[in-house]
């Protein structure tokens, strides 16, 4: 299974002090090293975190799966043509909002969706949709002629007990949906060291897309060390 790592919140970093450190493109290439299979940026219209640059060199040096999660509007159309990701995933975007809160509406967006898939993959860019854990939504992304779906593991991950597992069986009843209609699957959001075991034992997904939880960790399985260097300085 592919592990796509989200390296945004490294440039939400970077964007604290509008500087150059610490650079997402540095961090990707460490997580590659790491061992993931692909680097998933999104990039925003207001530029709050990735930008263009990013994409840019990342395109450049990476040699795994660059994943571009992106709005389907004219502007993000025209960049992806232009760089070339190896995919691009849609997904809805508010300004205001702090992540990516919801899976897309596919029903009320199938036409725009449909003539953004038409487009990207006329570049041949596969294209998948991030829609929430539901056998009906899975069935508009097929008409849109979408080749992967990434489902919502948001609210899986908020959940606790029962509702936890009746969340998976949602994500799980998506993936077998997705796989009968010979979609990709793919899951994530929220997903983290204590509860991506149960989605990554879901048989037939093809990835999943992390990104909070895994460079949370990295700041704080790499503070002591970045203490001790500055203390050998001092
Ligand atoms: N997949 C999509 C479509 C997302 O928007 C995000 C968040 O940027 C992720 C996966 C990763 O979510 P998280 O950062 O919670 O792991």
Redo the contacts with the bound molecule.
Sequence with gaps: MILGV?V??VATVREARKGVEPDPVMAATLAILGGADGI?I?LREDRRHIHDRDLKILREVIPVELNL?MAATKEMIGIALKVKPDMV?L?PEKREEL??EGGLDVKRQKSNLKNAIRRIQGAGIPVGL?INPSTDDIAVSKETGADMV?I?T?LY?NAKGGKQEKELIKVARSVKEALSLKLGANA?????YFNVKNIASIEGLRGL???????SRAVLVGIERAVREMKVLL
């Design positions: 989200n945004d919140h998933t999104h999660e995933t997904v992540t990516t991030f990434e919502h948001g991950a994530g959001h929220g997903l983290n897309y992390i990104g909070h939880s895994i460079i």
